[in-house]
Structures are given as C-alpha cells and as structure tokens.
C-alpha cells in the first residue's frame, strides 16, 4: 500500500509517542519518534519528514523553539504544535514560530487526522506552485537566454543591475526583437519574481477600454459594464505591469499614467474610491517617442518618468552571430514539441545567415516552426523557410511572402485593405475593424497611410 507521507512524532511521553505511532500507522503513514527536540533535529535530515507534531514542553528545547528550527532549516516541513496549555502565550508563540497548527491536549484523534490531511494538501499544494512558478521563471534566467553578441550582452548586464530595483524601465526596439522577453526577464530575476506579471499590449483597446483594462471600473460606469471590475494595476499587486507599445497611447491616458507614477495612485473609471499600486512598470515601444514629444504626441513629462532606465533591444541584422544560436536553441524547442529529431544542413545556414531578418527573432521563430512542421525527413529544407532568394531580402512588404512580413507590415496591409473595401469611409472601417476612429487615426498616422492609397478619388489634398 502506498505511504501517505512520513510524520516525525516528538515527544519525551512514551505513551503518547507510542500511542500517536500506533494510531497514524494504522492511517497508512510512516511514523518516526523521538523523545527530545535535540534528537528530532539530528534525524530531521535522515529521515525527512513531511510532518513534525511535537509537544510544547520538554526537558530541553522547547517544542516551540523546534518549530521555528524546522522551519528555518526545512521550510518544506510542516509542524503541528501539541499543547496542554490552552493560553495566548502558547498560540501566539506557536504561530509565530511558523506551526502550521496548534492543538490541545487530550488530543481528538480524529480532528488530528483532519488536520493531518489538511497539512499534506497543503505541502503538496505549495510544491506545485513553487514547480510552476520556477518553471515560469526558468526561461528567463539570465543563463538562459540565447545570444551572445556584445551588444546583447550590453541588454544582459542592464537587466542584472536594474531587476533588483523597482526602477520604472523604457525597452525599444523595433517589432520581434523580444522587448516583452526582457520585460519578463527583469521581473523574474529580481525580489517581486514570486509576484504577478501583467502584460497589457496598449494598441489592442481604444482609450476607454484600456483605462478600464488598466485601473478597473464600477458597476455602470459605461455601456457593458455590468459590475465592479479590479484593473491590472490593481492585480499586478507589487508584481510587475508591462505597457506594451506605450508610444500609440493617448495624451488624455498618458496624463493619468503620469499621475499614478508620481503617485502610485488612481480611481477606477466611473469610482470615486481611490486606490493604490505598488506595482513596477516596464514599458515598451518600437517607436520614436523623442519625435512624439516633439510633435507634442507624447507627454515629456511621461517621456522622462518612463525612462529611468533605458534598454535598447538590437535587432537580429545588427547582431548576425546570434542566428545560428537562436535556430538551434528554436529547432530544438519545436523538435520536442513536433517529436522530431531535425538538425540543419550547410545550405540551410547559409540562407538563415544571408536573410536580413526584418522581422526580427519572431520572423526567424516563425520560419523555423513552419521549416520543422514540413519537413518529411531529419533535414530542414532551405524551401520550407519561407525566406525567398536573398535578393528579395530588400523587397517593399508588398513582395514579401507573408511568413516574412512583420506584426507592423500586415496591420498596415489590413488596415489599407479595410479602407479600400469602403472607398475610404472611414466609420464603415471602424466597424469592421472593431476600432475606435481616433484609434484608426493613430494607425494611419503610425503607417504613414496616405489618402491617395485608399481612397482613388482623392487628389491628396
């Protein structure tokens, strides 16, 4: 019969240690004993309990001077604290030691057992999140990630000196080079990694929206909102928030984020109760934010808040001896992932290193999945890439094959599509786009989308 878990019985009462050892045996677990607290910490690490029930008083150190040891030293033991003494004293000092739970003497041997299974889901619950939680954090361990190009190194060595702080941070970089990559990075390598990460993409929702998105709001407080909302800022806690794409925002959202940077406060839309944040931002752009404040398009203000701290993500062109890196580190993922054992023949790592790659590390993610998914045999063919000859490398997003386009490239094509659906009407294409028309303005703006382009009957003027 499988064991339910190993519990080390610490009492200097032979018919208690005997009685408990019986009983619990029978309940299907292990049972270790000993008559002194001095002896259970010589044996904790022979016999690695999952559970410790001492008693309080013993000649000796005290039960509660034990509990705070086994936690000290084996944070993943639990201890239950026995008691014949029912004061304040006792239960303050027991739960300040770190006992998972104190009971009193004659003991109820089935309230025991409760409590025992109780402390086991517990154990066992904490495991699992400390599992996920590392396996989260795990990819974006500094030893991990790929590229070792000096200026990546550059990206490394900034984001080892600022995750310690809660210094608010401005990544730039132009699309697909990874800017959330070493938001996530930052924020699992410093004291808040246990803390949530939130990731909001800031060009996804009109102004209204991602102020809801973002400090939540009450019942009524717009068409659809149907009750009380918390926003990230709220469920970031003192984790993290990234602000994806925070050049495209609003100036009216840019003076609130101002406000809740200065004073770590905000109301929800529609509130009046004002709440506070403790959450670190990270931002991230791949535009010109310098030419935005110019153009009185961004607050300076903002600007200046946002970037304490600056990192500049190069992209993959500027850094061409992390390409063959990034493939074998993304061949190897998505070989796991297809059940395949693939590997790169020469002709292959000559077009990976001709192509300019101006869609950066996505692009190459994406050519890599896709290369993996066609291949019939071992060898990735240089055809499935999708890369095209390397003198298209150059070609307008016009020319380009689709798995070359970048998350930019194919927004503007959409966008330009929509538009010459409705002969330019632009309410029409807010509709199916399910945009609001200052947020289609701002793309028109952001792509450089002339009138001429849509519209056949304008003259551009």
């Known amino acids: 019969m499988k064991t339910r878990g190993t519990i080390l019985v610490v009492d200097d009462d032979d018919a208690i240690r005997e009685t408990l050892a019986e009983h619990l045996e029978g309940e299907g677990y292990v049972i270790e004993v000993a008559d002194s607290a001095e002896r259970a910490l010589n044996d904790m690490a022979r016999l690695e309990p999952g559970l410790v029930i001492t008693d309080v008083r013993m000649p000796g150190m005290s039960g509660i001077e034990l509990a705070t040891r086994v936690r000290e030293a084996i944070p993943d ?215 935005l404040v110019r153009e009185g398009r961004f607050r300076e203000d903002l600007y200046f808040r946002l970037r304490v701290v600056e990192i500049e993500v190069p992209p993959l062109r500027r850094r061409r001896g992390d390409v063959l890196p990034l493939t074998e580190h993304l061949l190897a993922r998505v070989s796991r992932e297809l059940h395949k054992d693939l590997h790169l023949p020469k002709t292959v790592v000559g077009a990976l290193m001709a192509h300019d790659w101006p869609g950066n590390v996505r692009e190459l993610e994406n050519a890599i999945t896709r290369a993996a998914v066609l291949a019939r045999g071992g060898a990735v063919e240089v055809e499935h890439l999708g890369l095209g000859r390397p003198q298209e490398n150059s070609a307008t997003h016009r020319d380009r094959p689709l798995d070359q386009l970048s998350l930019g490239d194919v927004e503007r094509a959409h966008v330009l599509r929509v538009l010459r659906r409705t002969r330019g009407h632009k309410r029409e294409a807010c509709r199916i786009l399910r945009i609001s028309r200052p947020r289609l303005d701002r793309l028109l703006a952001r792509h450089a989308i002339e009138v001429t382009e849509y519209d056949p009957g304008s003259s551009g003027a």
Do not use: W
């Open 77 to 291: 033991t639990h201890v239950i604290v026995v008691t014949a003494h029912e004061d304040m004293e006792t239960a303050v000092g027991a739960m300040k030691a770190g006992a998972f739970d104190m009971l009193v003497k004659p003991l109820d041997l089935g309230h025991l057992e409760l409590v025992i299974e109780r402390c086991f889901r517990d154990r066992a619950l904490q495991r699992q999140v400390r599992h996920y939680r590392s396996e989260a954090a795990e990819p974006y361990a500094l030893a991990r990630l790929v590229g070792r190009d000096p200026a990546m190194i550059e990206v490394y060595k900034l984001i080892g000196a600022v995750a310690p702080t809660r210094t608010p941070v401005l990544i730039r970089g132009e699309t697909g080079t990874g800017k959330e990559l070493i938001a996530r990075a930052i924020h699992f390598n410093s004291d808040a990694a246990d803390e949530p990460f939130i990731a909001v993409n800031c060009t996804a929702l009109p102004e209204t929206l991602l102020e809801s998105e973002l400090f939540g709001h009450v019942r009524g407080a717009f068409t659809g909102a149907v009750q009380d909302r918390r926003g990230r800022f709220e469920l970031a806690g003192s984790g993290t928030l990234f602000l994806d794409e925070i050049g495209d925002t609003s100036p009216g959202f840019q003076a609130k984020l101002l406000r809740v940077l200065q004073e770590r406060e905000f109301e929800p839309v529609g509130g009046e109760r004002t709440c506070r944040t403790e959450a670190r931002v990270i931002a991230a752009t791949h535009r010109p934010l310098e030419e």
